[in-house]
């Protein structure tokens, strides 16, 4: 069956970096897009952008441009987001999410982000 | 960015009930709209996709509809396992954009 299985929750400092990893199975990885999706402490569902699983090309939605990467280990079907330079305002729950048509049919189970000194 | 307002923000209703949310895009968007249910500490689930097609395995008590630019999910009967967040998602243009969400509890 379809999933994606992300890492597990981090613990990080303002300034470091964090790698949150996306294994999907149960399909074939290049053709979906990955999508990356936002959600602070108590809040909504931000969308934060996608990778082209085909090309490796990465589009970053506005608020996060600079900061944010996304990559691919293809050989692995494992899409990642990178943030670096943490701060407060970067801890949420970030989820990974498989999208077929025009919406977001899989998701990750989401990894939790603290930033704390 | 399209806009995608949801109401209201909060709702509680009885087991059985009927519950309406509404989402209302803030331009065209044809059918383009999902809807989501994310219980606490999960991660959210399809319900509906294109305005109206229920997905796979959700209970025929879900529907979605729309008129013009308002799109509305509809719980026929709210059971025990309803209460969560219901989010909109409009897929017609870049970026993708949720709606604010709506708690909904049990009465």
């Known amino acids: 069956q379809i999933q994606l299985v992300q890492s597990g929750p981090e613990l990080k400092k303002p300034g470091e970096s964090v790698k949150i990893s996306c294994k999907a199975s149960?399909?074939?990885?290049?053709?979906?897009?990955m999508y990356w999706v936002k959600q602070a402490p108590g809040q909504g569902l931000q969308y934060m952008g996608w990778?082209?699983?085909?090309?490796?090309?990465?589009t970053y939605a506005d608020d996060f441009k600079g900061r944010f990467v996304f990559f691919l280990e293809t050989s692995a079907s494992t899409a990642y987001l990178q943030i670096n330079n943490l701060k407060n305002e970067d801890m949420a729950t970030y989820f990974c999410?498989?999208?077929?048509?025009?919406?977001?049919?899989?998701w990750g189970q989401g990894v939790m982000v603290t930033v704390s000194s | 960015d399209i806009q995608m307002t949801q109401s209201p923000a909060s709702l509680s209703a009885s087991l059985e009930e009927i519950v309406t949310i509404t989402c209302q895009a803030s331009?065209?968007?044809?059918?383009?709209l999902a809807w989501y249910q994310q219980k606490p500490g999960k991660s959210p689930q399809l319900l509906i996709y294109?305005?109206?097609s229920l997905a796979d395995g959700v209970p025929s008590r879900f529907s979605g509809s729309r008129s013009g630019t308002q799109y509305s999910l509809k719980i026929s009967r709210l059971q025990v396992e309803d209460p969560g967040i219901y989010y909109c998602?409009?897929?017609?243009?870049?970026?993708?954009?949720f709606g604010g969400g709506t708690k909904l509890e049990l009465k």
């Open positions: 998602l409009q897929g017609y243009s870049a970026p993708p954009t």
């Open positions: 294109g305005a109206t």
């Open positions: 149960g399909y074939t990885f290049t053709n979906y897009g």
């Open positions: 990778i082209n699983t085909e090309t490796g090309k990465p």
């Open positions: 999410a498989r999208r077929l048509g025009r919406q977001f049919d899989y």
């Open positions: 331009q065209d968007i044809g059918n383009w």
